[in-house]
Nanobody, 123 residues
Framework: VQLQASGGGFVQAGDSLRLSCTAS????????MGWFRQAPGKVRQFVAA????????SYEVSLRGRFTISRDNAKNILYLQMNDLEPSDTAVYYC?????????????????WGQGTLVTVSS
């Protein structure tokens, strides 16, 4: 599967952004999907994940309530709605697909990665 992330940009603290990840290849619903982020000089961090054909989701605890992951299997798109953004949310955001319908919080569990989209939040 090929993944293309988009929707990043430069915003002010308190603003919202919605990231999209468009998938092509095998049946999209056959993949658990995740969002990760990586700030300069830091390790890649789990953000959120969703199962393949269900609405079961998982979030990094500190982001729950501000970020919402969702997917549209008919359109082969994964979303990440980010509200009330903070400067600490500045990072490159990556979408990823696992090898099965399960979702995972570990980057190593994902077989396919998008190219990343940069989110910069100014104070």
């Amino acid at each position: 599967v090929q993944l293309q992330a988009s929707g990043g940009g430069f915003v002010q603290a308190g603003d919202s952004l919605r990231l999209s990840c468009t998938a092509s290849g095998r049946t999209f619903s056959g993949y658990g999907m995740g969002w990760f982020r990586q700030a300069p000089g830091k390790v890649r961090q789990f953000v959120a994940a969703v199962g393949g054909s269900t609405d079961v989701t998982s979030y990094e605890v500190s982001l729950r309530g501000r970020f919402t992951i969702s997917r549209d299997n008919a359109k082969n798109i994964l979303y990440l709605q980010m509200n009330d953004l903070e400067p600490s949310d500045t990072a490159v955001y990556y979408c990823a697909a696992s090898g099965d319908t399960s979702y995972y919080t570990r980057p190593a569990a994902y077989n396919y990665w998008g190219q990343g989209t940069l989110v910069t939040v100014s104070s």
